[in-house]
Each structure stands twice: as C-alpha cells, then as structure tokens.
C-alpha cells in the first residue's frame, strides 16, 4: 500500500492542494498505528472495564448499588443518557443541515462529526437499558405481540423516545456508511495487503462511474433532507420526557427548542474536542485549518448564547409567572444545597463561550479545546440540574424532599460510557477515512487544461 | 467430465469490449464527452472520483429514480406508524386522562419518526438498487485505480473494427493515455 503502510512521515504541502494530496493525505492515517493511538485506545477500553465491572455488579446485587434514593429515581443514568444523545446532534447539524446549506467548510470535518453521532447514540442507548435494571426484559419496551395481549402506551413519551432515538441511530448509521462508500473506495485503490481486502469489501464495488454518481448524489441529498427534521425532533422528543410531567422545572414549553440548542452547544463542543487531538495525531493541518475551528467556535457561540437565553427565560418566567411551585422549584436550584451544580451549569454554558466573542480566542485551538471541555462539563451538569436538581427539590410535597449522591456506581458506568464513545471513536479513525475524501474534493477546484 | 457451472455466467463475465480513455483534466474529459456524443456513441461509463456537474450537463442524463424511493418509503412510513399507534390503541383500550382511545396528536410523533426511518430506508434501498446494480452490471467494463484518486475516465464500449477511430478521438480531446479492453 502506498499510503497506510508508508512511513508516518507528513508529505509537504502543495502550494495548491491537489487531489492527489488529498487521497494520500487522508489514506496515510489509515496506516499502522503509532505509540501515543495505542495509549488512547488502552486508556478507552480501561475506563469501558471499569463501566462493565460496575454494570455486573449492578446485574448481581442490582439498582440499590447506584445512588437513587426517595424521590429522586432518575438520576446519573438519565443524565448520561440526556448528555450522550446531545452530543450526538451536532454531528447531523454538521453532516446534514449545513449540507444543505451548502457550506464548504463542513466537508473537512464532518465526518469526524458524523462518526461521533453514530458512537454518541450508541452509547446513549445503552443508559435507558442500564437504568431499567433487569436488562433481560429490555425487548418489553418494543410493541411486539404476545401471549399477554399487551402493548406500549403510545401516549407515552417514553415510548416517542424509544421510536426517535431507534430512527436517528438507524438514520445516521446509513447516513454514515452511505457517505463513507466512496471514500473507501479511493483508499481501497491505494490499498494492499489485509486492508485491501477489507476495504474490498467495505467499498461494496464502487467504482464512481456516472450511473453510480447520480443516484448516490441524489439519495444523499434526500438523506439529509431527511435527517434535517430527524435531528430536530430527537432532541424534542427527549426534552418532551421531562417537560410532558407535570415535575416544576420540567413542565415547560420552552424545552424543545431549548434542549436542542443545547444539544448542538455540546455536541459541536464535542466535535472540538475530538478534532483537537485528530489533527495532531494524523497531521491534517493542511486540510483542518484555523477556519474551521473559527467557524465551529461561531457555531458554539451561537448556540451557546440561545442557551444562555433559554436559562434566563426559566428564571425570569419562574419569577414573573408567580407561580409560588415553580417559583419554589427554581429558588431550590439556585440557592439549595446543589446550588454549586446551578452555578458550574451557567457559568460554563452562559458566560464562557462570551469569551469566543473574541477572534483571537476563536483561533486560538489550544484555547478551543480547553474551552470545549468546559462546555462539556456545563452540559453535563445542566442535565444533571434538570433531572436530579428538579426532582430532590420537588416543590409539590416540600416533606419529601431529599438528597441524592450518586455511588461509585454510578461514577463507574458513566466513566465506561465515555470509554466506550471513544473505543468505538478511536477504532473507526484508524480504520476508516476520519475526514471525507471525497467531499474534500469538492471543494478544490478541479484540474482543468483550459485548452477548451 | 466438468459439470456446467451457471453461476460462472452469472459472475465470471467476459470484459465488454471498447476503448477507456484516462483523463488528467476535468474540462478534457467533459469535451470528449461531448464529441462522443456527437458521434453517436451511447452507453458512456465516465469515472470521476468526485460527482461533477460538468460532467452530468454534459452526459445529460434523466434525473435518478431515486427521489421515488424516498417518496413512497415516506408515505408507507407515515401509514404504517398510524396504522401501528391506532391499532395497538383499540386492540388493547386504555384510557389515560379521559382522551378518546385513539389520540392522534401524540401519535403524530410516532408517524412522524416512521416517516424519516422508512423515508431514510429505502432511499438507502434505491440506491442500493440503482447505483450497486449498475455498478455490478458494469463490473465487466474496465476501470483504473486512479479514477478514484485524482483521474477522470471515459469508457467507450465498441468493437474492435470501430476502435482506431475512438481512440484518436479520445487522443485528440486530451487524453493522458488510451487503453483498449
């Protein structure tokens, strides 16, 4: 193989970004991994031992190991659950929508975004199946006929969940595999050995012949148009899990738009974070320039500043709307004993990505990716203040209220999902193009005689 | 005494017989498209490692059948999430908060992701069905590992009587190299 099995050395680039680079550029982080991958991946599968260790007790001695406690029974796994499907957002934001819009600068990075979805979700739909706790009868959430002659409650959204988030997973996934196609194929070109092989088969036989093209360009389109409204109604459907109770601090009209903000705020957070490390590791400054991260800071601060907006609107609401429950509710979330979780959520999410107001700090990576995790961390913990704050504080039965700490439990599973994400994430960049190949090309101008 | 083996037919094909022209220019190999259509030859396989729209303007080929895939998956998509929440709703009644047995509007959530998965699955089918089939019907026809890389083709399917002629058409458009098959 001329790329993957060359050594890792980063080819100089061209004064024009040529095609040919492109292929070589991209097919070369397909080669064998270095010392620093191995480390990552090592340090991935050791925190998915320690989530599988925990789920097993969990199997053993059950749900009393995690920290639930009256009356706060969806706690950290919903939360992960919540955090996961985020997260996994901005990768069809990135990947679909600004496809239709057209926006060039997506192609070098949506892949890496697309992937991170697909990952996202898979992990994300582990934590409902985690939180049932007799994992066994997980099939009993799928209308199935049976002997009993019962069904699901469709007026449930539980139930809407379970649908959205089976559909965007499945969406995504083609989504992912479909667009991945041609890329394989160009590598399989440039292939020999074992990888040859695989990618042989991987490329399913294409060849980008013009009958192929044209269907593909079109299904494609048809793909994102509609994965567009998917993305949207995902993240609804989850917020509408909270918001179709009557709990204060869930009960709101403001949710849907607002958690789909926040989802996209930390999945393009998210992709930031993985991106930083990708470039490095594979040297793909040529083609993951400054601009993009510029344009996924903007993306950050848009959507940041759309959450910031949402939290404002709770509190003012919760305090002009003169309702003394919900008033009660918010009161608790502010100034009761998880006020320092409050207040991680807002500064992260409110007043740091102010900071990307600034053209230096949005150029700044290093900067980027300290931020990114930050917002990360906000976003967890705004999830975390949702469902447990929301729930320890129920203002309705004031005598019931308690306090919840989550268990190493707890703390174990979630540290196995983010081993998990990145197992997963870590395999597929080293064995699959991680920036598209062919959408990177699409973007260059094309080589022309000009003799016609 | 060697058995008849069908299946050999099926997938050991002989190689179509013609002329593949390899392209280094975009707007070479567009011009030789246009010169080949003008001599009437039909059936072209371009190769491009990325969908152009030069390429397309000058093949001028129908709109991909596609988008009907994506249609009628919606529509089935769409019937079957209201045929799935109504029916379950009356075979098994249970009412919650007084609302008829059958609600619609919940039920729009579930139609509506039936919409997207089967929409999304069976524009996956079309294309599965138009592009891998038309790859694997012109899997006998020659191709290069540059294409995928930075190399426009042309394929001209032809006997070899008709082959000089194609040959020096492609030549004279600009090709890098010519090869017959």
């Given at each position: 193989?001329?790329?993957?099995?060359?050594?890792p050395?980063?080819p100089?680039?061209p004064?024009?970004?040529?095609?040919?680079?492109?292929?070589?550029t991209?097919?070369?982080?397909?080669?064998?991994?270095?010392?620093?991958?191995?480390?990552?991946?090592?340090?991935?599968?050791?925190?998915?031992?320690?989530?599988?260790?925990?789920l097993?007790?969990?199997?053993?001695?059950?749900l009393?190991?995690?920290?639930?406690?009256?009356?706060?029974?969806?706690?950290?796994?919903?939360?992960?659950?919540?955090?996961?499907?985020?997260i996994?957002?901005?990768?069809?934001?990135?990947?679909?929508?600004?496809?239709?819009?057209?926006?060039?600068?997506?192609t070098?990075?949506?892949?890496?975004?697309?992937?991170?979805?697909?990952?996202?979700?898979?992990?994300?739909?582990?934590?409902?199946?985690?939180?049932?706790?007799?994992?066994?009868?997980f099939?009993?959430l799928?209308?199935?006929?049976?002997?009993?002659?019962?069904?699901?409650?469709?007026k449930?959204?539980?139930?809407?969940?379970?649908?959205?988030?089976?559909?965007?997973?499945?969406?995504?996934?083609?989504?992912?595999?479909?667009?991945?196609?041609?890329?394989?194929?160009?590598?399989?070109?440039?292939?020999?050995?074992?990888?040859?092989?695989?990618?042989?088969?991987?490329?399913?036989?294409?060849?980008?012949?013009?009958?192929?093209?044209?269907?593909?360009?079109r299904?494609?389109?048809?793909?994102?148009?509609?994965?567009?409204?998917?993305?949207?109604?995902?993240?609804?459907?989850?917020s509408?899990?909270?918001?179709?109770?009557?709990?204060?601090?869930w009960?709101?009209?403001?949710f849907?738009?607002?958690?789909?903000?926040g989802?996209?705020?930390?999945?393009?957070?998210?992709?930031?974070?993985?991106?930083?490390p990708?470039?490095r590791?594979?040297?793909l400054?040529?083609?993951?320039?400054?601009?993009h991260?510029?344009?996924?800071?903007?993306?950050?601060?848009?959507?940041?500043?759309?959450?910031?907006?949402a939290?404002?609107?709770?509190?003012?609401?919760?305090?002009?709307?003169?309702n003394p429950?919900?008033?009660?509710?918010?009161?608790?979330?502010?100034?009761?004993?998880?006020?320092?979780?409050?207040?991680?959520?807002?500064i992260?999410?409110?007043?740091l990505?102010?900071?990307?107001?600034?053209?230096?700090?949005?150029?700044?990576?290093t900067?980027?990716?300290?931020?990114?995790?930050?917002?990360?961390?906000?976003?967890?913990?705004?999830?975390?203040?949702?469902?447990?704050?929301?729930?320890?504080?129920e203002?309705?039965?004031?005598?019931?209220?308690?306090?919840?700490n989550?268990?190493?439990?707890?703390w174990?599973?979630?540290?196995?999902?983010?081993?998990?994400?990145?197992?997963?994430?870590?395999?597929?960049?080293?064995?699959?193009?991680?920036?598209?190949?062919a959408?990177?090309?699409?973007?260059?101008?094309?080589?022309?005689?000009?003799?016609? | 005494?060697?058995?008849?083996?069908?299946?050999?037919?099926?997938?050991?094909?002989?190689?179509?017989?013609?002329?593949?022209?390899?392209?280094?220019?975009?707007?070479?190999?567009?011009?030789?498209?246009?010169?080949?259509?003008?001599?009437?030859?039909?059936?072209?396989?371009?190769?491009?490692?990325?969908p152009?729209?030069e390429?397309e303007?000058a093949?001028?080929q129908?709109?991909?059948?596609v988008?009907?895939?994506?249609?009628?998956?919606?529509?089935a998509?769409?019937?079957?999430?209201?045929?799935?929440?109504?029916?379950?709703?009356?075979?098994?009644?249970?009412?919650?908060g007084?609302?008829?047995?059958?609600?619609v509007?919940?039920?729009?959530v579930?139609?509506?992701?039936?919409?997207?998965?089967?929409?999304?699955?069976?524009?996956?089918?079309?294309?599965?069905?138009?592009?891998?089939?038309a790859?694997?019907?012109?899997g006998?026809?020659a191709?290069?590992?540059?294409?995928?890389?930075?190399?426009?083709?042309?394929?001209?399917?032809?006997?070899?009587?008709?082959?000089p002629?194609?040959?020096?058409?492609?030549?004279?458009?600009?090709?890098?190299?010519?090869?017959?098959?």
């Open positions: 193989m001329t790329a993957p099995s060359a050594p050395s980063v100089a680039a004064a024009r970004v040529t095609y040919d680079y492109v292929t070589r991209i097919a070369r982080t397909l080669g064998d991994p270095s010392r620093g991958y191995y480390l990552l991946l090592g340090a991935a599968v050791g925190l998915l031992s320690i989530g599988i260790v925990c097993l007790f969990m199997l053993r001695y059950g009393g190991l995690a920290g639930y406690s009256h009356p706060v029974y969806w706690a950290v796994f919903i939360t992960c659950f919540v955090f996961w499907v985020g996994a957002h901005s990768g069809t934001l990135i990947s679909a929508i600004l496809f239709l819009f057209r926006s060039g600068w997506r070098a990075v949506y892949r890496t975004a697309e992937a991170m979805t697909v990952f996202a979700v898979m992990t994300a739909g582990l934590f409902p199946l985690i939180h049932i706790g007799r994992q066994w009868y099939y009993w799928i209308p199935y006929p049976n002997d009993s002659g019962l069904w699901p409650n469709f449930s959204p539980l139930i809407w969940d379970e649908f959205a988030i089976g559909t965007y997973f499945t969406v995504s996934t083609c989504f992912l595999i479909l667009g991945l196609i041609p890329d394989v194929a160009a590598v399989r070109d440039l292939a020999t050995g074992w990888r040859r092989k695989l990618y042989d088969i991987t490329a399913l036989g294409w060849r980008g012949s013009n009958e192929e093209w044209r269907h593909f360009t299904g494609y389109l048809y793909l994102a148009a509609l994965a567009t409204p998917l993305v949207l109604s995902v993240h609804s459907v989850v509408w899990d909270f918001a179709m109770a009557i709990v204060p601090g009960h709101a009209t403001i849907a738009p607002y958690f789909v903000a989802a996209i705020y930390s999945g393009v957070a998210m992709v930031i974070t993985l991106l930083v990708i470039r590791l594979f040297s400054e040529v083609l993951i320039t400054e601009h991260f510029e344009n996924l800071a903007k993306l950050c601060l848009l959507t940041g500043m759309i959450v910031g907006y939290y404002t609107a709770e509190y003012f609401i919760a305090w002009f709307g003169g429950y919900e008033r009660a509710a918010f009161w608790y979330r502010a100034f009761g004993p998880y006020w320092w979780a409050s207040w991680t959520m807002i992260c999410n409110a007043f990505p102010q900071l990307l107001w600034f053209k230096k700090i949005r150029t700044n990576i900067a980027l990716f300290v931020l990114s995790i930050f917002v990360n961390i906000g976003m967890w913990f705004e999830r975390f203040v949702i469902i447990v704050v929301s729930l320890a504080g203002p309705y039965s004031p005598w019931t209220n308690g306090g919840y989550p268990t190493w439990a707890d174990g599973v979630m540290a196995g999902s983010f081993g998990w994400f990145f197992m997963w994430f870590l395999l597929f960049v080293k064995n699959f193009p991680a920036v598209s190949i959408e990177v090309k699409e973007v260059l101008a094309p080589p022309q005689a000009g003799r016609h | 005494m060697a058995l008849p083996n069908p299946l050999k037919e099926l997938f050991d094909r002989p190689p179509t017989p013609g002329v593949l022209g390899v392209f280094a220019h975009l707007d070479s190999a567009v011009a030789a498209i246009r010169t080949l259509k003008a001599g009437g030859h039909r059936d072209l396989t371009v190769y491009s490692p990325i152009r729209h390429l303007e093949l001028d129908p709109v991909s059948p988008r009907m895939f994506t249609l009628v998956g919606g529509i998509g769409c019937t079957a999430g209201a045929w799935l929440t109504l029916w379950i709703s009356y075979d098994w009644p249970l009412v919650v007084g609302k008829p047995v059958g609600s509007p919940p039920y729009v579930i139609m509506f992701e039936m919409t997207i998965l089967f929409g999304a699955l069976s524009t996956l089918l079309g294309i599965a069905f138009n592009a891998l089939m790859a694997r019907r012109r006998t026809i191709y290069d590992p540059r294409f995928s890389n930075d190399r426009f083709g042309i394929f001209v399917p032809c006997g070899a009587d008709r082959a002629g194609v040959e020096s058409l492609l030549t004279g458009s600009g090709a890098e190299e010519v090869r017959r098959a």
